[in-house]
């Protein structure tokens, strides 16, 4: 497999771009694709010309920057950006300017892509989890999960395939003809596919293309990466009440023998008493890990 390249989403946050930047070099990233989206309006428009002219300044890697020239959204901007990127390359890893991780974060991704380039089962990998929704016992090795993530995630052209084909609850559809029930994996879930269009967001359409097709995530054992970007900034940042991220740790080692795929007993059980029900408050404190603009 080729260099796996990153693609990376940004707006109008240069100050976060740049420690997200940093993190990238640190961890020799080969190749960027970075696609700004455009200005709003007026306000925003000189952070957004600070953010491209960090992009157009990398010249550490070979940088490939596509600037928009209106407001895509965050939804809008991730979808096309990565249906760009995956008609290119077989496998990539998304990151977005709020994102920083430890170093090895790009090692361990690009050995799981490549380790799982081929099976089926697996749909996507990620350098994310939490405490909350980790199973107990899982040590240093990771774990396959059903429900899929949107924090420095990686998948391939493969699994890719069909994201923008049908929206979230269209997807949730597909999954309930699996017998899947739209809140097997939290009750947060169903809201957010009601709200996909109206809020112009994407993740939770991914979480349910995994769950119509019985696709797995593979999971770090603890989290490479954290969120910056809870504040004022953030376009669809609340406050991530319960989800406070623990000071990170080195990243995990990489397998000398990646496990066979099979979903954690534990995850479901794990991630409905996270998401138990009540989708204001679960929207509160859920919508900035999931829904950034």
Same mark, same amino acid.
């Given at each position: 497999?080729?260099?796996?390249?990153?693609?990376?989403?940004?707006?109008?946050?240069?100050? +976060?771009? *740049?420690?997200?930047?940093?993190?990238?070099?640190?961890?020799? /990233? $080969?190749?960027? %694709? =970075?696609?700004?989206?455009? @200005?709003?309006?007026?306000?925003?428009?000189?952070?957004?010309?600070?953010?491209?002219?960090?992009?157009?300044?990398?010249?550490?890697?070979?940088?490939?920057?596509?600037?928009?020239?209106?407001?895509?959204?965050?939804?809008?901007?991730?979808?096309?950006?990565?249906?760009?990127?995956?008609?290119? +390359?077989? *496998?990539?890893?998304?990151?977005?300017?709020?994102?920083?991780? /430890? $170093?090895?974060? %790009? =090692?361990?991704?690009?050995? @799981?892509?490549?380790?799982?380039?081929?099976?089926?089962?697996?749909?996507?990998?990620?350098?994310?989890?939490?405490?909350?929704?980790?199973?107990?016992?899982?040590?240093?090795?990771?774990?396959?999960?059903?429900?899929?993530?949107?924090?420095?995630?990686?998948?391939?052209?493969?699994?890719?395939?069909?994201?923008?084909?049908?929206?979230?609850?269209?997807?949730?559809?597909?999954?309930?003809?699996?017998?899947?029930?739209?809140?097997?994996?939290?009750?947060?879930?169903?809201?957010?596919?009601?709200?996909?269009?109206?809020?112009?967001?994407?993740?939770?359409?991914?979480?349910?293309?995994?769950?119509?097709?019985?696709?797995?995530?593979?999971?770090?054992?603890?989290?490479?990466?954290?969120?910056?970007?809870?504040?004022?900034?953030?376009?669809?940042?609340?406050?991530?009440?319960?989800?406070?991220?623990?000071?990170?740790?080195?990243?995990?080692?990489?397998?000398?023998?990646?496990?066979?795929?099979?979903?954690?007993?534990?995850?479901?059980?794990?991630?409905?008493?996270?998401?138990?029900?009540?989708?204001?408050?679960?929207?509160?404190?859920?919508?900035?890990?999931?829904?950034?603009?």
């Amino acid at each position: 497999m080729n260099p796996i390249p990153v693609v990376l989403f940004a707006y109008a946050r240069p100050a +976060h771009l *740049a420690r997200g930047l940093a993190c990238l070099r640190e961890d020799r /990233v $080969p190749l960027i %694709y =970075a696609f700004a989206d455009g @200005a709003k309006g007026a306000p925003d428009r000189v952070a957004v010309a600070e953010t491209r002219a960090l992009l157009r300044g990398v010249d550490w890697c070979e940088m490939r920057v596509v600037e928009r020239t209106e407001n895509f959204g965050l939804g809008r901007n991730v979808l096309s950006g990565v249906s760009e990127v995956a008609g290119r +390359h077989e *496998a990539f890893i998304v990151w977005e300017d709020d994102l920083v991780g /430890v $170093p090895g974060t %790009y =090692a361990w991704l690009s050995a @799981a892509l490549q380790a799982y380039a081929n099976d089926e089962r697996v749909m996507s990998v990620t350098a994310w989890t939490h405490p909350r929704v980790t199973p107990t016992g899982v040590g240093e090795a990771p774990y396959f999960d059903p429900r899929a993530e949107c924090w420095v995630w990686g998948a391939w052209e493969r699994s890719w395939r069909g994201m923008t084909e049908a929206t979230a609850l269209e997807k949730m559809a597909g999954a309930a003809r699996r017998g899947v029930a739209a809140d097997a994996c939290g009750a947060d879930l169903p809201a957010m596919a009601r709200a996909e269009a109206r809020k112009n967001i994407w993740a939770v359409r991914w979480l349910y293309h995994h769950l119509a097709r019985g696709g797995l995530c593979v999971r770090p054992p603890w989290s490479m990466v954290e969120n910056i970007g809870f504040d004022a900034q953030a376009t669809h940042a609340a406050a991530a009440l319960g989800w406070d991220q623990p000071v990170l740790r080195a990243a995990p080692p990489v397998p000398r023998a990646w496990p066979e795929p099979r979903e954690h007993p534990d995850c479901r059980r794990l991630w409905r008493q996270a998401n138990p029900g009540g989708w204001r408050q679960l929207w509160r404190r859920v919508s900035a890990r999931l829904h950034r603009g």
